[in-house]
């Protein structure tokens, strides 16, 4: 008798191109880039590979969409979302508005001239961009290299232009000149991308098994038994290391960055 070949069953509602983006999502959190075919894709959605393709047109479309749809409510996040890490929030809760752009920079050399309240504020921003943009690729380790890609081969691409820009305009804001601009958005934004991605493929090495408390106890051992004469501050701090939080190193980052824009732009403020 012969038997029947298993098909997969067919979805009877419409397929979107959200839902396309929604389950992509999924499949790179779960398996990676690698793990993301259209066959896979084709067979979690319970279709046929010419749905998907009315909706995206390669596997190329459907990284770019994937990112923008993780990275977009990021850069409308206001410091009280970035208090939190990712996830941390009521899923339920209405997400709050977007903070008011930067206003337009004068034809001098001078970002706006803000009041130091807003100062404050545009750095506040930053650091929920920033955060944002660290719980984000810590929930979703493939976005740190589509971001780093995006960055170097297409850097008009969908998404890394409104992070430059977001950033840009808090720079603006808090009145760097118009001529370090560009050097000191640049700083930032390489800061941000680089830490946030270096800590996600810290846990990626480790693996989804490891233990971090076991992995920095045995380095911070491993510091102290170096010899002193050759490695005096690197034994000093092994401590320090053994107890520290990833997401307060990287927010201390941050605020050095800013320091550091603010001593040198803004000496007197």
């Not at 809760?93 to 977007?98: I, S």
């Not at 810590?138 to 170097?152: F, G, I, R, V, Y």
Request: proline residues 7%; charged residues 20%.
């Amino acid at each position: 008798m012969a038997t029947r070949e298993r098909r997969t069953p067919r979805r009877t509602d419409a397929l979107s191109r959200e839902r396309i983006v929604e389950a992509a999502i999924e499949l790179l959190d779960t398996a990676g880039e690698d793990g993301l075919t259209f066959r896979v894709l084709t067979e979690r959605l319970s279709t046929g590979p010419g749905a998907i393709y009315w909706h995206v047109a390669n596997k190329g479309e459907l990284l770019a969409a994937a990112t923008e749809a993780v990275v977009g409510p990021v850069l409308t996040a206001t410091p009280a979302d970035s208090a939190e890490p990712a996830g941390a929030a009521n899923p339920t809760e209405q997400a709050a508005p977007a903070a008011p752009a930067a206003p337009a920079a004068p034809a001098g050399s001078t970002g706006p001239g803000a009041p130091s309240g807003d100062k404050e504020s545009a750095q506040d921003a930053i650091r929920a961009v920033a955060l944002g943009l660290f719980d984000a690729i810590d929930e979703h380790p493939w976005l740190a290299l589509q971001l780093t890609t995006q960055l170097s081969r297409s850097p008009w691409g969908s998404v890394t232009p409104r992070i430059f820009e977001r950033l840009g305009q808090q720079v603006c804001a808090l009145g760097v000149p118009k001529n370090s601009w560009f050097m000191t958005t640049s700083a930032l934004m390489h800061y941000i991308l680089g830490a946030a991605g270096q800590n996600s493929a810290n846990a990626r090495v480790l693996g989804p098994d490891a233990n971090r408390t076991e992995f920095l106890g045995e380095t911070a051992k491993a510091w102290t038994e170096l010899d002193p004469e050759n490695y005096p501050f690197t034994r000093a701090v092994a401590d320090q290391m053994r107890d520290h939080d990833d997401r307060e190193q990287f927010l201390a980052g941050v605020n050095l960055v800013l320091a550091g824009i603010t001593s040198l732009h803004l000496p007197n403020q």
